[in-house]
C-alpha cells in the first residue's frame, strides 16, 4: 500500500485517455491460490489494514489496483476480481471513495509517493 499525491495510469494497449485520481492510498493487490480458501477472512482483513493506513495518513479516498505478477501462485482471476469488487463494497460502506483499476489490463501508470514512513507499507494477509 502507498499514500500517494498523485496517481495516474492509462490502457497499454489502447490510446483511451489516462485515468487521475489524487491523494489516496493506492493498494497493489496480489491474490495468492491458497486466498480461494480463505475468503472471508481474507476480505476482512484487507479491509482492516486499508481503514488502519487510511485512517493513519488522513485519507477518504482508495485506489484497488490487481497486480497478479507478484508470485508464482496466482489465483483464478474470476475470483481475483471478485475479491477487489467486493473490498471495494465494504469500503464504500464505510463512506470511502473507492476506485479501482479495471481488472485484466497492462497499464502504464505514474505515482508520486508521500515521503514519510507510513507512506509504504506492506501487509501479507494469509
Known amino acids: ?67 497478479a505478477h507478484l508470485d508464482e501462485s ?3 482471476p474470476d475470483f481475483a476480481d471478485s475479491l477487489i469488487e467486493e473490498v471495494a463494497i465494504k469500503l464504500r460502506d464505510r463512506d470511502y471513495d473507492v476506485h479501482i483499476v479495471p481488472f485484466g489490463h497492462f497499464y502504464e501508470f505514474n505515482l508520486h509517493v508521500k515521503g514519510p514512513s507510513l507512506a509504504k507499507v506492506f501487509k501479507r494477509i494469509s
Do not use: Q
Open 1 to 67: 500500500m502507498f499514500h500517494v499525491e498523485s496517481f495516474w495510469y492509462r490502457p497499454n494497449e489502447s490510446s483511451e485517455d489516462k485515468a487521475e485520481v489524487g491523494e489516496s492510498v493506492l493498494v497493489w493487490i496480489h491474490s495468492e491460490e491458497s486466498d480461494e480458501n480463505n475468503r472471508l477472512s481474507v476480505i476482512r482483513k484487507m479491509v482492516k489494514n486499508i481503514r488502519w493506513l487510511a485512517k493513519k495518513v488522513g485519507s477518504e479516498t482508495v485506489v484497488l489496483h490487481s497486480f
Open 74 to 76: 496466482k489465483a483464478d
